[in-house]
């Protein structure tokens, strides 16, 4: 397709679409419209009082991205990054034992790779959702540095078929967030 003689205004040319296809390998577009979902059935339990909810698992390039949701105080979890992990706090607060600083509210965070820290959320948070991209894995430890287990977009996806299996969903029903 060749631009004619006529060439639109620059106004109309600003408003205009790409005019070529996309690439034919292209992976579709991912939207979620309700991000914080409707159905608490989307939530998927990780631990006692937390869940996750996936927006996008991606088992190509290792990482994934989900809200993760608290709703009670204490430790979460101790955990090294072997890749980096960025966070935006939507609602509540969290800190990790090892800094004096807070997560709060409308707040990002950037983990270096490398790092290992303790995830608390306070007795006076009723509940805490935060955005986290993380990539590679989450290497859980104890307060040594020794393995005691590990997460990533695998054991993720696992989780999610279960439960969306368990919950009416289906297992597939996780497939829509796999890129």
Known sequence: MKRNDTSPDAETLRRMPYQFSQPAEMVPDLVIPNAVPLDDRIWVPQAENVWFRPLCLNRSAGYWMNLLKVRKSGVLSRHRHPAPVHAFVLKGRWRYLEHDWEAVEG??????PGETHTLVV???VEEMITLFQVHGCMY???PWGEHIGFEDV???IAMCREHYDAVGLGSDFVDQFIR
């Open 122 to 124: 306070d007795p006076d």
């Open 140 to 142: 859980y430890v104890d």
């Open 107 to 112: 707040g990002y965070v950037f983990e270096p």
């Open 154 to 156: 695998f054991t993720k």
